[in-house]
């Protein structure tokens, strides 16, 4: 999905047609050099594409995954040596600040090989390799290979039987599954490398959907924009613009069209300027730190009051005049000017949208601020293009009133609500425990409540027409907006509130839990009554526990070495959740998959549960401050530790990510990210059960 909507962005925006390179910069090719019978060369080429590089075999521990090959067993041939490679760059890589070694423009690495067959047959193989350019890197790949060798006519060889033949036809596809560590580890390592790939995989199609999700938002939040009294009213003077020379209709649709690719563009470019300026290393620091979260807050709450009337956010008057000037001028540039002074003249409509959607994407992957404005401005742009071919639709258009103004008060009532969000992130992450969750709750359901008196004509602001009647659409709006209401105010006792998990702060947040202090009574009076005693799943007291709480009631650890030795001692294979104070998904996927009776019985009876924070900003002790292998840095709190371990072991920094170790921290199942997949995610946990249990597990 993330190359659908990264080919849409290349139609629209032709300058970033280089982007599209970066999804296979690198091409390999294979020949064989048979000089004498007995002997081969086993050339493996590689041809990087500018700017891009290829690592060396030889990579110190903490960087990127080296280059490795694994050549399928067989008595046909034998190796020579090691893989033979080119004389390398030596330079500092900026995407790791190391000094490494690889190869740009071109590679040629070598394996010799002596031939035992006197028959003609097949090397076959695998190569794994990873690739950057000067600021990223994508994901390590694997490139099967064969090559076809001539027979010695002098050899001697034995008898291959045909299990053997069975075998030796059964590696490659064994050897293919294995990832960079085969040729250089052992089979245990190359199974943990492997683990922690799919769980990159699983992590990708997270993102991916993630991705589609914020593109049918932002494509929403245009549809929204389009109905705001600042561009309402221009639909049909642009498109009547458009249509003015009744004598040239085809040139006057060529020029609207222009005119509505005109407005994806202006959109996109803003887009593209946000991330190229901010992109992704810029993420952790949006998404947790008290600032521009705090930031965050604080413009979505001017947009708010904009939109409910306080003031209008307005452009200096000397550039809308420029940019309409142009527009005067006509033709294909006037066409493009006059999206601009679109683009201009709305922005105290449209401000508040594109600021939201430039918020929300800026602490997301690079590619996530162009795919929002993309969204947004082709829903923007559609109702141009559709009434300029035609503009008989015009007529059957609603006037323009009051009821536009109503749109302008509910979507700043949106923003109010919204806004929250970010300054419960920067809450959370700090501890401040200023907007708990039933403080949160308490404003969104006065926000909502307010929002459906809005909506029946109970509460009118200065630039409300006067309302004589209530329609039916309204009325509608009022009841779904007056029943959410009132299914989030069991939430102030503790309730879920499923569908909103992600956006309300956890349930571990509230202060007053009712279904926590009910489950604590019935435990109390089962033991006294005489039942048994359920068994603790800690062996002494978490780390952290004073600020840090896992969900549904269950117990564990924050601290990963606190776990292992706890793993060690009651014989229990650990569940890693690497989670943050304001991932989204995590919330989802504990109050939709965590919560099933059967995941919560198995995390409870099974596994050493350990939630690590990976954006929580306590600081550590000095003598806990660790030196991280991957970046050479010093991480201090809690969340920059386990941050660290989680790239530095399993090479994936989005959350949730879920990991399964045995009691020597080794991975018992492939890790796990995004899903809310519920029998998915039993098998999960039972399979690593399973392969913890066997008696001769590695």
Known sequence: MKKILITLILLVLPPLFSISQILDPVKWSFKVEQTTPDEATLL??????????????????????????????????????????????????????MILKFFADKAVFKQKIKVLSKNDFVVKGVLNFMCCDDKQCLPPSDVEFDFSIKGNPNAVESQTTGSESANAAGTLS?????????????????????????????????????????????????????????????????????????????????EAIVYGLSIVVIYTVIGTVVAITLGANFANFLSTHWIPNVFFFLIFMVFAAS?????????????????????????????????????????????????????????????????????????????????????????????????????????????????????????QTYHWHILDREVYLAFWIVIFFLMGMY???????????????????RIIMAIIVFAFTVYMIPGMWGAPLKALSGYLPPTTYQDFDLNAIIKTEVGAINVSGGGAQPSST?????????????????????????????????????????????????????????????????????????????????????????????????????????????????N??????????????????????????VEAFVKFLDDAVKNFNQPKRQ
């Not at 494509?219 to 003077?237: D, E, R, W």
Request: aromatic fraction near 12%; proline fraction near 6%.
């Open 307 to 427: 939109f409910l009337g306080m003031f209008e956010i307005t452009l200096p008057s000397w550039i809308v005049n420029k940019a309409d000037k142009q527009a005067d001028k006509g033709g294909f540039s006037g066409a493009f000017f006059m999206a601009f002074t679109l683009v201009l003249v709305s922005f105290s409509c449209t401000g508040p949208i594109v600021g939201a959607i430039l918020v929300k994407s800026a602490s997301g992957a690079i590619v996530m601020p162009i795919v929002g404005m993309l969204g947004f401005s082709l829903a923007f742009a559609l109702p141009f293009g559709l009434f300029a071919f035609f503009p008989s639709w015009l007529s059957g258009l609603p006037k323009s009133g009051g009821w536009l103004n109503s749109v302008k008060v509910v979507l700043g009532f949106l923003e109010l609500a919204l806004g929250l969000k970010f300054l419960s992130i920067a809450d």
């Open 538 to 650: 800690t062996c002494d007291k978490p780390k952290y526990a004073d600020f840090l709480k896992l969900p549904h009631g269950l117990e564990g650890y924050f601290d990963y070495s606190q776990a292992l030795a706890c793993s060690k001692k009651l014989n229990k294979p650990i569940f890693i959740d690497f989670t943050g104070h304001g991932c989204v998904n995590c919330r989802q996927m504990e109050a939709n998959v965590w919560s099933d009776p059967k995941v919560l019985k198995r995390l409870r009876e099974n596994f050493i549960v350990t939630a690590l924070y990976v954006d929580d900003k306590t600081e550590l002790p000095e003598n806990e401050w660790i030196t991280s292998t991957y970046d050479k840095k010093v991480k201090t709190t809690i969340g920059k530790k386990f941050a660290d371990l989680q790239i530095t072991r399993f």
């Open 652 to 677: 994936v920094n989005s959350q949730p990510y879920y990991v399964l170790l045995d009691t020597n921290g080794n991975l018992i199942a492939a890790p796990r990210a995004y899903n809310l997949d």
């Open 174 to 254: 064994d050897t293919a599954k294995k990832t960079a560590a085969t040729a250089a580890k052992t089979d245990s390592v190359s199974l943990k490398a492997e683990q922690a790939r799919l769980g990159e995989t699983a992590a990708d199609k997270a993102a991916d959907q993630s991705l589609l999700w914020f593109f049918l938002i932002s494509f929403l939040a245009g549809l929204a924009a389009i109905i705001t009294p600042c561009v309402f009213p221009m639909i049909p003077m642009t498109v009547t613009f458009f249509m003015h020379d009744s004598a040239n209709k085809r040139k006057a649709r060529l």
């Open 44 to 97: 493996l080429i590689a041809k990087a594409d500018k700017n891009w590089h290829v690592y060396s075999q030889d990579i110190p521990k903490g960087g990127p995954l080296p280059t490795t090959f694994a050549f399928t067993k067989s008595k046909h041939y034998e190796l020579v040596g090691k893989v033979q490679e080119p004389k390398p760059i030596v330079e500092n890589d900026p995407n790791f600040d």
């Open 455 to 473: 909506l029946i004509g109970k509460l009118k602001f200065n630039h409300d027409s006067d309302l004589p009647y209530i329609s039916v659409p």
